[in-house]
């Protein structure tokens, strides 16, 4: 009865998310639905981290490089070799899902400080690279597929077509992004839920007890970082289009790795709607700290200290707030 | 390709290594107290050091010397690292490692901007530590400044171990870091051992900061970053959790950068912090608690 239950209330809140999405922009102005079609980019990246942290424990200080790669592989494909840039972010996800695999290689090895390290040089490094690879990259001037590919960059002009109505670009974006979050959220909620998920967490919970029942715990590990990659890049592929179809290697630095960890964390990690929360937090605070003063780096201290507050106040972040809160509800039923 | 040695001129490059590889040592000491002490990476470390290093700087507007500045700094910054552990760290005491770190995030981001607020952007210079003249030396001109800060990094490590080694409150901090709840159990207030590591880790931070500063000639509020970079990366290359690999680490780390920009060209200054990544990645590979860190063994 229970399991009903549980099964039902995840169903009501996954249409009571998806009726949102779609309502949602009748009521955002034109540039509020952009800055939630960034946090909407965000929300996937960190669904995907939660999965490599929140389920199966290892740090990764390297997600903003597998955004990077996804971001990338949109905009070469796009400006150089004449696709479609929605056609791009399938692809997108399978590149940095290679990268992302490569990047879960040192976690067979290495674990706690040693890992988030190797997965910090990841991040450090990435800017480097993409200047140094310039004739593929565009150097530190970055791919601009609005000057490059603009009949190919959906939307650049200003509305989109689609299903024979016409759609403006930010609210189009905000549907793309979203819905592409709400999907992939389904997926990763159906994957920590079975077999693979359970390996996850128990390389989590015990890394020798789940050796010692059998689990392959540096195949799972792998795994986790690919899955996670393939999140990381649909995010950065996704991250181009809303940033005006531009990137460059200062889009990806290391402090965008660091900001992922933070909205992972703040958002609860080991829970999905937690991650919304995490990505409006990181999308929107800045702003609203901005809006508080603007002298130089009075912004940053508004910031940091609503991450602090946030971390002393609820340590299992605004997820797990949500959790206690829908808890008294869902056992009533 | 080179053809003659240039043996001076690896002395000298040598030298200026571990100048920068004692100043990454300081601060690499500082994460390993931290981190046996709580489990935790500070990520806020090097921003406390700047924080310092400008209170220093303020200091030597209002008349001060640099040592008398250094020495006033030193003292607050070890008061003011108590304190912050007391209001930041200490309501998350209990809370996992991964919370503790974001709070440091936080933190980060707070002195960061503090530091903007307070002094705005635009760059100050720092009057020098060490005569600038250069000193001979079997025929090879050495930077006293390069010396200086060697001396200082060295002496600053051996008050540390001599602390940790011989007097009880050492004895406490260490017993404490080893076994918290055996610890509370002989006497010792865990907690306040806790506030001590930071204070000491943020004196040791501003040590850093006031020995880096200098010669940079000019330097903004964002000055510390690479060298926190480099400090996390000797710390994890020697071991995170051996005072002494740490110390090691960083300075095979700072001759071993100053090198690589000196005679490998085509690394260039973009890809010096990748490279230098990269190959202690390669080591970690090898060694993965570091060079002298211990193997963690964990009962199931």
Known sequence: ?333 | MVFAVDWAGVAQQVVAGLSSGGIYAILAVAFVLIYRATGVVNFAQGELAMFSTFVAWTLTQHGFGYWPAFVVTVLASFAGGIALEGVVIRPVERASVLTIAIVTIGLFFVVNGAAFWIWSPEVKSMPNAFSTRPIRIAGVAFSISDLGIIGVSLLAVLVLWLFFRFTKLGLAMRAAALNPESSRLTGIRVSWTIALGWGLATALGAVAGLMAAPPLGSFDQNFMQPILLYAFAGAVLGGIDSALGAVIGSLVLGVFLNLLGTYVSWVGTDLRQAAALAVILGVLLVRPAGLLGTTVVRRV
């Open chain 1, 1 to 333: 009865m229970s399991r009903v239950l549980r099964v039902a209330t995840g169903v009501a809140i996954a249409a009571a998310a998806v009726a949102l999405v779609l309502v949602l922009p009748h009521w955002l102005s034109d540039v509020k639905a952009a800055e939630f079609a960034r946090a909407g980019c965000f929300f996937i990246a960190i669904l995907g981290l939660n999965l490599v942290t929140g389920y199966t424990g290892q740090i990764s200080l390297g997600h903003g490089a597998l955004m990077a790669v996804g971001a990338y592989t949109t905009a070469i494909l796009t400006a150089d070799h004449g696709f479609r840039d929605l056609w791009t972010i399938p692809l997108a996800g399978l590149v940095a899902m290679a990268a992302g695999f490569a990047l879960g290689l040192p976690a067979r090895r290495l674990s706690g400080l040693y890992l988030a390290l190797a997965t910090f040089a990841f991040a450090v490094a990435m800017p480097a690279l993409l200047k140094r690879f310039s004739g593929l990259t565009g150097g530190s001037q970055g791919i601009n597929l609005f000057d490059q590919a603009l009949n190919r960059s959906t939307g650049a002009l200003g509305h989109v077509h689609v299903l024979g109505r016409t759609v403006a670009t930010n609210d189009f974006l905000f549907y793309l992004t979203w819905g592409i979050g709400l999907v992939l959220a389904g997926a990763a909620w159906l994957l920590v839920r079975g077999r693979i998920g359970r390996a996850f967490r128990a390389v989590r919970d015990s890394e020798v007890a789940a050796a010692s029942s059998g689990i392959n715990t540096g195949f799972y590990k792998t795994l986790a970082f690919g899955i996670s990659g393939f999140y990381a890049g649909v995010g950065g592929s996704l991250f181009v289009l809303v940033s005006n179809w531009f990137v460059s290697p200062s889009t990806f630095g290391f402090d965008k790795s660091l900001l992922l960890v933070v909205g992972a964390v703040v958002g609860g990690l080991g829970s999905l709607a937690g991650m919304a929360l995490g990505a409006l937090f990181i999308q929107f605070v800045p702003g609203w700290a901005a809006n508080l003063s603007n002298a130089p780096g009075a912004p940053s201290v508004f910031f940091g200290a609503a991450i602090v507050l946030v971390m002393i106040l609820l340590p299992g972040g605004l997820g797990g707030l949500l959790r206690r809160l829908t808890e008294p509800l869902t056992r009533r039923l």
